[in-house]
């Protein structure tokens, strides 16, 4: 149980473009998602937090027009990363969790910006 | 701000022995510990959480966790070469649904 998915799994793009990454749990209602996002050689950073329904909270530092988080449904969260330059490539990762406590974390996405 | 502290390594431990990776935190009010387990490429794989003081068992895993000293570790017995992995010890300072702060991560080599 409490699998979580990511699509895509990897993503190479120009730069200006827009990518939209699909967060889904999908043996679980997710009360709460959140993005992190992992640069090389470094640990998980908590870019936002979601609620269904609700407006994302984000870290300080990070931009809100640029990372734009929905969240849907209690099974589905989409990060769009708008106007991708080279300095976003990173390994995105999602997680979900309906305890409020516990994070089941997706499989993540390589974004690579050209 | 928030800190979670690992050493980075690299630990090596021969197959069969038992490896410690250690982790402190600076938020006193932190309530719920998690250690989860990256291999190269990979998402982290959740391995335990831990709560209250002390220890808690699963299967080879140990966490331990001590607030007055704001120190959580990990104790894998038996190791074996697919423990090999960078092992990630997450901290949830509020509790509830709140986002994780990780450390760096030990890197964690069991050699055979």
């Known amino acids: 149980g409490a699998v979580v998915s990511q699509h895509p799994s990897r993503v190479i793009c120009k730069s200006g473009t827009s990518v939209k990454i699909e967060c889904r749990s999908l043996?679980?209602?997710?009360?709460?998602m959140f993005w992190y996002r992992q640069f090389p050689k470094q640990s998980l950073m908590l870019m936002a937090t979601?609620?269904?329904?609700?407006?994302?909270?984000?870290e300080q530092g990070v931009e809100k027009d640029k990372f734009l988080i929905n969240h849907a449904s209690l099974t589905l969260s989409t990060l769009t990363v708008t106007s991708a330059h080279p300095e976003d490539s990173s390994f995105y990762i999602c997680?979900?969790?309906?305890?409020?406590?516990?994070?089941?974390f997706g499989p993540g996405t390589r974004l690579t910006v050209l | 701000q928030k800190e979670v502290e690992q050493n980075s390594g690299p630990l090596s431990v021969p197959e069969g022995a038992i490896a410690s990776l250690n982790c402190t935190y600076s938020?006193?009010?932190?309530?719920?510990f998690f250690w989860y387990r990256q291999y190269s490429g990979k998402s982290p794989e959740l391995i335990m959480f831990?709560?209250?003081?002390g220890d808690k068992e699963d299967g080879r895993f140990t966490a331990q966790l001590n607030k007055a000293s704001q120190y959580v570790s990990l104790l894998i017995r038996d190791s074996q070469p697919s423990d090999s992995a960078t092992y990630l010890c997450?901290?949830?300072?509020?509790?509830?649904?709140?986002?994780?702060?990780f450390g760096k991560g030990t890197h964690l080599i069991i050699q055979p």
């Open positions: 997680s979900a969790s309906w305890t409020g406590d516990t994070q089941y």
């Open positions: 043996d679980f209602q997710a009360t709460t």
């Open positions: 979601s609620n269904e329904g609700s407006k994302a909270t984000y």
């Open positions: 938020d006193r009010g932190s309530q719920s």
């Open positions: 831990i709560y209250s003081n």
């Open positions: 997450a901290v949830n300072s509020r509790g509830g649904a709140d986002g994780l702060t």
